[in-house]
């Protein structure tokens, strides 16, 4: 992929967000959106994310649209800050190269009830203990290790096998989607082959 500036067509929705048309490209099967106001899409415009955006809109199963996040940055397969939702139903897939080599950087959403002005006299102490307890970063090492056999029941048994491990709590697993896409993309590897 060339490394210049997207001269790709984007298209304004609204203040904050910007169009790829599906006719972009033949094969398109969805839009793609990037969130980003006049002065990050400027930014945006000087490499090839943009285009790895387009690229995510041909994607088998997609749904609604190929997404870029403000934090959008050239990455390998999707940008950075790129998502998509699929729906193996429609030959959707989980494809870790939809996070490229960025695979758990660290950005996750978590609500809690916590206030900003009550965390504010602790916070080095607080997020020294989250790097400490959240596994993030290339390499081998971490908290958690998993056999392979282990990895394999993981991946059938999806969120429900790290509470046998006491490694996730019951609101962790309360979501039968999720388990049943899991499930479904483990029947269709052992059909493949793959």
């Known amino acids: 992929m060339p490394k210049g500036r997207f001269e790709g067509s984007l298209e304004r929705v609204n203040d904050c967000c910007w169009r790829i048309p ?7 099967r969805v839009d793609g959106l990037i969130y980003a106001d006049d002065r990050l899409i400027e930014q945006i415009r000087h490499d090839q994310a943009a285009e790895q955006v387009a690229n995510v809109a041909f994607l088998p199963g997609i749904q609604h649209a190929s ?24 030959g959707g ?16 959403l978590m609500r809690t ?14 997020m020294d203990a989250l790097f400490a307890n959240i596994p993030a970063g290339v390499g081998r090492s971490g908290k958690y290790r998993f056999k392979q056999r282990e990895l394999k029941q993981l991946m059938a048994q999806g969120s429900s096998f790290l509470k046998s ?10 979501t039968p989607k999720r388990e049943a896409v899991c499930r479904t993309l ?4 052992s059909a493949t082959g793959r």
């Open 186 to 189: 483990i029947r269709r590897q």
């Open 113 to 126: 009830n916590l206030f900003y002005q009550d965390v504010k006299p602790q916070l080095v102490k607080l």
């Open 165 to 174: 491990r006491h490694q996730a709590t019951e609101s962790d697993i309360n």
């Open 22 to 28: 599906k006719s972009y490209k033949a094969g398109m």
């Open 93 to 108: 897939v989980i494809s870790p190269g939809g996070v490229g080599y960025d695979i758990n950087c660290g950005v996750r």
């Open 67 to 90: 997404l870029a996040m403000p934090d959008i940055h050239w990455g390998y397969g999707f940008c950075i800050g790129g998502v998509c939702a699929t729906d193996p139903d429609e």
